[in-house]
């Protein structure tokens, strides 16, 4: 499956974004699909994911709340709302894809096979 990221942009502190990772390929539904972002200087952490079977979704503590990630499976694609940024939401967003995690994995980037080319957000006034 090959992945491509897209939505990012510069968005004022309280603002929302829309982030999508759409697939070509395959059926994103037969994948797990994670959402990782990583800030300058600092590691790949952990956003949002689904697991591959139903639509048990994963949040990070620091984003639940304010972010939802979505799936449609006609389009093939897997989103990311993003409401109430702040500064520290700022960061490459990237989407990932493997079909063959188990449900206790999906938090872990390196468990991941696929991965798009990473979409900037920057939270700034």
């Known amino acids: 499956v090959q992945l491509q990221a897209s939505g990012g942009g510069l968005v004022q502190p309280g603002g929302s974004l829309r982030l999508s990772c759409a697939a070509s390929?395959?059926?994103?539904?037969?994948?797990?699909v994670g959402w990782f972002r990583q800030a300058p200087g600092k590691e790949r952490e952990f956003v949002a994911a689904?697991?591959?079977?139903?639509?048990?979704?994963y949040y990070s503590d620091s984003v639940k709340g304010r972010f939802a990630i979505s799936r449609d499976n006609a389009k093939n694609t897997v989103d990311l709302q993003m409401n109430s940024l702040t500064p520290e939401d700022t960061a490459v967003y990237y989407c990932?894809?493997?079909?063959?995690?188990?449900?206790?994995?999906?938090?872990?980037?390196?468990?991941?096979?696929?991965w798009g080319q990473g979409t900037l957000v920057t939270v700034s006034s």
């Open positions: 990932a894809a493997d079909s063959r995690l188990i449900m206790s994995s999906v938090r872990t980037w390196s468990n991941y096979d696929y």
């Open positions: 390929g395959d059926t994103i539904g037969t994948y797990s």
């Open positions: 689904f697991f591959r079977r139903g639509y048990n979704a």
